[in-house]
């Protein structure tokens, strides 16, 4: 039974005008058995993790009375403990932020260094949720080109930067949709040419969303090894992927210090709750079983991306769990006869490009035939 809607005045909004015909951002959730579109983990916590989980929030729920603890350094100190463990960074816990998502800390990162009057870049195809940040915090948002092959050619990614003097240069690696992870080649310049290549002389804060980070190939190596020499550089990672915790919303960012204090400076107070905080840190102590599920997820992308291969499609070498692949002259009728047979991935990337997230092998199956089937 729904209620009769409220009669509605005659009353005009004060909607901004660069908002009036947008909507609001997101991939559909729909309710279809094989969900493969939003590069989620298709695992759901184990038993032993979800025991620990509810333990720490029924902890936390004794204190709920209490506002949070505004700095959690203790959830910090963890995150910085698991990024010595994973890719041998050394950090302070202040050199580390949370925020509810990683897409939080990017809108942190643009509140700080963004606004009126300055710009955020970054090379297409990229993240379609970037732009979405520059928006929200009225900062102008420029896109140079990829190659070809998905890489970014670092002279000319050089010359813009210098050109457009962003105060952000947002680099996703491995970037999504394509799954290609940055090479030193590209990252390097850049870090370099963005040091006075700011506002008013200043570095251009150059950001490297490392969503997918821990799905990356032997050899491929983090931007967090650059942290000692980059004081502009900030590497933002998540809970959401390999941890297969999005539903909790933990995006984390290390950095250096002076870097996260601006962050601390424009985030609300008491951003992030109790519960969240208390649920992060049980889940962390999980890491070793979280990090075993990984291998499985890489050997089943690379065994896709080899089907794929051989059914004469063109695919995108990934270091992420999901894969790019196409290219279709009508892409919009692959995905949807996907979808009839109750499997959806994602239309997105340039014309004519599908990506799918890998799943469990099952999972995986469903898609194989669904998609021998469409075409
Ligand atoms: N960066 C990239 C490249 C992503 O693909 C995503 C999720 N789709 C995010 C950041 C945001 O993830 P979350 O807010 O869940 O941490």
Redesign the pocket.
């Given at each position: 039974v729904t209620s009769p809607a409220l009669p509605e005045p005659d009353v005009r909004l004060p909607v901004r005008p660069e908002l009036a015909d947008e909507q609001p951002y997101g991939a559909p959730q729909l309710d279809v058995p094989v969900l493969l579109n939003?590069?989620e983990n298709p695992y759901p916590p184990s038993p032993a993790v979800i025991d620990s989980i509810a333990r720490a929030a029924a902890e936390a729920a004794s204190g709920l009375n209490r506002y949070p603890d505004r700095e959690f350094l203790d959830l910090r100190a963890d995150l910085a403990d698991y990024l010595l463990e994973e890719s041998g960074a050394h950090l302070a816990p202040e050199q580390v932020w949370v925020a509810n998502?990683?897409?939080?800390v990017?809108l942190h990162l643009l509140q700080a260094f963004g606004g009126p009057g300055r710009t955020a870049l970054s090379f297409a195809p990229t993240?379609s949720?970037y732009p979405e940040y520059a928006r929200d915090t009225h900062t102008a948002w420029v896109t140079g080109n990829r190659e070809q092959d998905f890489t970014i050619d670092p002279e000319r990614a050089v010359s813009l930067i210098q050109e457009v003097r962003p105060a952000v240069v947002l680099l996703?690696s491995p970037?999504?949709p394509t799954g290609t992870a940055l090479r030193p080649e590209e990252l390097n310049p850049i870090l370099a040419a963005a040091r006075t290549s700011g506002p008013d002389g200043a570095a251009s804060v150059v950001v490297v969303?490392e969503?997918?980070a821990e799905f990356r190939r032997t050899g491929t190596r983090s931007a967090l090894d650059l942290l000692a020499d980059n004081p502009h550089l900030a590497v933002?990672r998540?809970?959401?992927?390999a941890f297969g915790m999005?539903g909790a919303?933990?995006?984390y960012l290390a950095a250096s210090t002076d870097l996260v204090d601006r962050l601390r400076v424009v985030r609300l107070p008491y951003h992030l709750s109790a519960v969240t905080q208390a649920v992060a840190r049980a889940a962390l102590t999980h890491r070793a079983e979280l990090m075993a599920q990984i291998a499985s997820l890489r050997t089943e992308r690379d065994a896709l991306a080899t089907w794929l291969t051989e059914q004469g499609l063109q695919v995108v070498t990934s270091d992420a769990n999901f894969v790019l692949f196409g290219r279709f002259e009508d892409r919009n009728a692959i995905w949807q006869g996907l979808l009839d047979r109750g499997v959806l991935i994602r239309q997105t990337g340039p014309e004519g490009w599908l990506r799918v997230s890998v799943g469990t092998p099952q999972e995986m199956a469903r898609f194989r035939t669904a998609l021998g089937e469409v075409r």
């Amino acid at each position: 039974v729904t209620s009769p809607a409220l009669p509605e005045p005659d009353v005009r909004l004060p909607v901004r005008p660069e908002l009036a015909d947008e909507q609001p951002y997101g991939a559909p959730q729909l309710d279809v058995p094989v969900l493969l579109n939003v590069n989620e983990n298709p695992y759901p916590p184990s038993p032993a993790v979800i025991d620990s989980i509810a333990r720490a929030a029924a902890e936390a729920a004794s204190g709920l009375n209490r506002y949070p603890d505004r700095e959690f350094l203790d959830l910090r100190a963890d995150l910085a403990d698991y990024l010595l463990e994973e890719s041998g960074a050394h950090l302070a816990p202040e050199q580390v932020w949370v925020a509810n998502g990683s897409n939080e800390v990017m809108l942190h990162l643009l509140q700080a260094f963004g606004g009126p009057g300055r710009t955020a870049l970054s090379f297409a195809p990229t993240y379609s949720m970037y732009p979405e940040y520059a928006r929200d915090t009225h900062t102008a948002w420029v896109t140079g080109n990829r190659e070809q092959d998905f890489t970014i050619d670092p002279e000319r990614a050089v010359s813009l930067i210098q050109e457009v003097r962003p105060a952000v240069v947002l680099l996703p690696s491995p970037n999504n949709p394509t799954g290609t992870a940055l090479r030193p080649e590209e990252l390097n310049p850049i870090l370099a040419a963005a040091r006075t290549s700011g506002p008013d002389g200043a570095a251009s804060v150059v950001v490297v969303d490392e969503a997918y980070a821990e799905f990356r190939r032997t050899g491929t190596r983090s931007a967090l090894d650059l942290l000692a020499d980059n004081p502009h550089l900030a590497v933002t990672r998540t809970l959401s992927k390999a941890f297969g915790m999005a539903g909790a919303r933990v995006g984390y960012l290390a950095a250096s210090t002076d870097l996260v204090d601006r962050l601390r400076v424009v985030r609300l107070p008491y951003h992030l709750s109790a519960v969240t905080q208390a649920v992060a840190r049980a889940a962390l102590t999980h890491r070793a079983e979280l990090m075993a599920q990984i291998a499985s997820l890489r050997t089943e992308r690379d065994a896709l991306a080899t089907w794929l291969t051989e059914q004469g499609l063109q695919v995108v070498t990934s270091d992420a769990n999901f894969v790019l692949f196409g290219r279709f002259e009508d892409r919009n009728a692959i995905w949807q006869g996907l979808l009839d047979r109750g499997v959806l991935i994602r239309q997105t990337g340039p014309e004519g490009w599908l990506r799918v997230s890998v799943g469990t092998p099952q999972e995986m199956a469903r898609f194989r035939t669904a998609l021998g089937e469409v075409r």
